[in-house]
């Protein structure tokens, strides 16, 4: 766990870090994200003590980074930047033992650990652990550079915009890499990012910077759906939420008030209620528990308009509750039904209902422009 308590810092007459306070805790991947120049490298060096805080402390386990000794200190913890920081002039098994070593590796097991980290972050070593820094692709280099961080086994990992100079395809492919790798490790990691995709996608919690301050601290979720000002809506941008499914869910899209009915009342007042509202089936209910589906269909072959309705509620539907992702619908529900899909509270409460063209309205909104979408009012 890493604690930034009041934590400031200035060049010369300009303050660069206004007194931030932030939490990490152990296992969690958190992103640092702000304008440039607003002290996102800054406030990272302030953890190794490259450039450290001028008041407030930082805690790591516990200990405050500034009682400890120094090479202790960058021992425990693994550091990329943006080109990598290879050694030039070694190659990419001597940059990885060289990081063994300084953790106290015995020299016999250092070979053996410098392959499995290459495999690691998904480079084959017989392939690479003899070529030199220059030989690689950029994308090769950051491997290299993940592995390295990784290799003394730190209990935090601090990463600065370690992606930001590769083309989208290997930067994606590099993100899969480190998602994949913070699961398995459980490592801790403060991620400094100025790309919300990339935030939204690695993060547990994305953290605001704005001119030294941190504006907003929450998980991507909650900062999409409601950025804390200008600052964070202008960076998380209005078509974010509806590009990313897992997020939005069944109750922010789902249409209110679908149409009910009672059980014990009959055909005929089923049929009314359906031709009222346009609809090919009523969703039965009792004390606000949806009780089942009857579809216009059953009732059509049926000639007796007073009989009770009940021999007609059918069990033959798909429903969500209402805090399923759009996303678990989507993946879940079989494009061929067609017909209402009702919300449910996890109590089996009815609440509303979805139905195939409102779930295709959706996933259309994220192509829309900005423009069009702030036309309207009253979504989400
Ligand atoms: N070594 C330095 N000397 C003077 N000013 C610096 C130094 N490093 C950073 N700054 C200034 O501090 C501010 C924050 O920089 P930085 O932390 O690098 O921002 P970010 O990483 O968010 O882009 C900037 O205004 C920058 O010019
Ligand atoms: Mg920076």
């Known amino acids: 766990m890493i604690e930034f308590q009041n934590v400031a810092k200035s060049y010369k007459s300009k303050t660069v870090l206004k007194g931030v306070s932030l ?3 152990t296992g969690e991947l958190v992103a640092l994200i702000g304008a440039s120049g607003c002290g996102k490298t800054t406030l990272l060096k302030t953890v190794n003590r490259l450039g450290p805080a001028d008041s407030g402390e930082i805690l790591l386990d516990g200990r405050p980074v500034s009682q400890l000794p120094l090479a202790a200190l960058r021992r425990g913890i693994g550091y990329v930047v943006q080109d990598g920081g290879l050694f030039p002039h070694l190659t990419v098994e001597e940059n990885l033992e060289l990081v063994l070593k300084n953790a106290k590796v015995p020299a016999a097991g ?6 499995e980290l290459l495999q690691m972050v998904e ?7 003899m070529l ?8 090769q280099r950051q491997r290299v550079g993940v592995a390295r961080a990784f290799a003394a086994d730190p ?9 930001s100079a590769l083309d989208p395809l290997t930067r994606a492919e590099l993100q899969d890499t480190l998602a ?6 459980g490592k801790t990691i403060l991620f400094v990012t100025h790309d919300m995709d990339e935030a939204v996608k690695l993060a547990q919690r994305i953290c605001f910077l704005e001119n030294g301050r941190v504006v907003q601290y929450d998980t991507p979720e909650n900062v999409l759906r409601s950025p804390a000002d200008g600052y964070v809506a202008d960076f998380v941008g209005k078509n974010r939420l509806w590009g990313n499914p897992e997020f939005i869910k069944a109750r922010d899209i789902m249409k209110k008030n679908p149409s009910r009915i009672s059980r014990g009342r009959s055909v005929l007042q089923a049929l009314q209620v359906m031709n009222h509202s346009g ?4 969703l039965v209910t009792r004390a606000g528990q949806l009780e089942g589906v009857v579809w216009l269909a059953d009732l059509q072959k049926f000639k007796d308009y007073r009989a009770p309705l009940d021999n007609f509620i059918s069990q033959d539907y798909v429903s969500v509750y209402e805090d399923t992702s759009l996303q678990k619908i989507i993946d879940t529900i079989d494009y061929n039904i067609s017909g209402v899909i009702p919300v449910l509270s996890h109590k089996g409460e009815l609440l509303g209902y979805l139905t195939k063209s409102i779930l295709l309205a959706t996933l259309s ?16």
């Open 123 to 129: 480079l084959q070593p017989d392939e690479y652990r």
């Open 23 to 25: 939490t990490v805790q």
């Open 365 to 380: 909104k994220q192509y829309e422009t900005p423009e069009t979408q702030s036309e309207r009012s009253g979504v989400i």
């Open 279 to 282: 609809v090919d089936s009523v």
């Open 132 to 139: 030199y820094p220059c030989q690689l692709s950029g994308g």
């Open 110 to 115: 250092r070979t053996a650990r410098a392959a």
């Open 180 to 185: 994949a790798l913070q699961r398995h490790t």
């Open 155 to 163: 209990a935090l990992i601090l990463m600065d915009e370690p992606f």
